[in-house]
Antibody, heavy 120, light 107 residues
C-alpha cells in the first residue's frame, strides 16, 4: 500500500519561503507524476503543480513565479518550495500521486495534509 | 484555465435518497473528469475517473456520467457515511482545476 507523508514547518513568516517534503513509502516514485494541492481553511482545492519522476515539472500559472517542485528519487521523496508567502498562502497542503496513463487520469493516493500558517 | 462549476454548492438529503451533483466545464474536456469525496479533516478520496469509471473499492451506489462540458455524479441511495463534500476535477489540461465543491448534509 502506497503511503504519502508531508512534513515541514507549520508556521512560516510573511515574505519567507514555505518548504515541504512528501515522503513516499510502499512503492517507487518512478513512473508517476507527483503533485502538490492546497486547500485554504474552509475553501476549495487548488492544484499547485507536479513533478514527473524524471524531473519534468508543470506549475499553476497563478503560482508559477513563486513555486519550485523537486524530486529525490534516491530518497523516494519530493518537495515543494513556495517563496514570498503571504497570509493568502495559509492552507492545508496535500501531496498526491497522479496516474496519467491513457485512459486513466486521476489522483489515487494522497498524504494526510499539513496545515501551514503564514503569520508573523 | 478551464473553469469548473458545480451545482448545487450544498444540499440536504436523507438516508436512502437519490442525490445528483452536476459539474460544468467552461470548455469541452472529453471525458477527462474525476469525482472526489472529502470528509472533514481528511484528504480527498477518488470515487470516479474518466467521467464514469468507478475506482476500485468504491461502492456501486456511486456513478458518474457525462462528456464534453456537462457531467453528473449520482449517489443512488445515500448512506450515512456519504455525508461529505464532493469535488469534480478536470484532467483534460493544465492547470488542473477543481469545482468549488458540493457539501452533502443530513436533512
Amino acid at each position: 500500500q502506497v503511503q504519502l507523508q508531508e512534513s515541514g514547518p507549520g508556521l512560516v513568516k510573511p515574505s519567507e519561503t514555505l518548504s515541504l517534503t512528501c515522503a513516499v513509502s510502499g512503492g517507487s516514485i518512478s513512473g508517476y507524476y507527483w503533485s502538490w494541492i492546497r486547500q485554504p481553511p474552509g475553501k476549495g482545492l487548488e492544484w499547485i503543480g507536479y513533478i514527473y519522476y524524471s524531473g519534468a515539472t508543470n506549475y499553476n500559472p497563478s503560482l508559477k513565479s513563486r513555486v519550485t517542485i523537486s524530486v529525490d528519487t534516491s530518497k523516494n521523496q519530493f518537495s515543494l518550495k513556495l517563496s514570498s508567502v503571504t497570509a493568502a498562502d495559509t492552507a492545508v497542503y496535500y501531496c498526491a500521486r497522479r496516474v496519467a496513463t491513457k485512459p486513466m487520469y486521476f489522483f489515487d493516493y494522497w498524504g494526510q495534509g499539513t496545515l501551514v500558517t503564514v503569520s508573523s | 484555465a478551464i473553469q469548473m462549476t458545480q451545482s448545487p454548492s450544498s444540499l440536504s438529503a436523507s438516508v436512502g435518497d437519490r442525490v445528483t451533483i452536476t459539474c460544468r466545464a467552461s470548455q469541452g474536456i472529453r471525458n477527462e473528469l474525476g469525482w472526489y469525496q472529502q470528509k472533514p479533516g481528511k484528504a480527498p478520496k477518488l470515487l470516479i475517473y474518466g467521467a464514469s469509471s468507478l475506482q476500485s473499492g468504491v461502492p456501486s451506489r456511486f456513478s458518474g456520467s457525462g462528456s464534453g462540458t456537462d457531467f453528473t455524479l449520482t449517489i443512488s441511495s445515500l448512506q450515512p457515511e456519504d455525508f461529505a463534500t464532493y469535488y469534480c476535477l478536470q484532467d483534460y489540461n493544465y492547470p488542473q482545476t477543481f469545482g468549488q465543491g458540493t457539501k452533502v448534509e443530513i436533512k
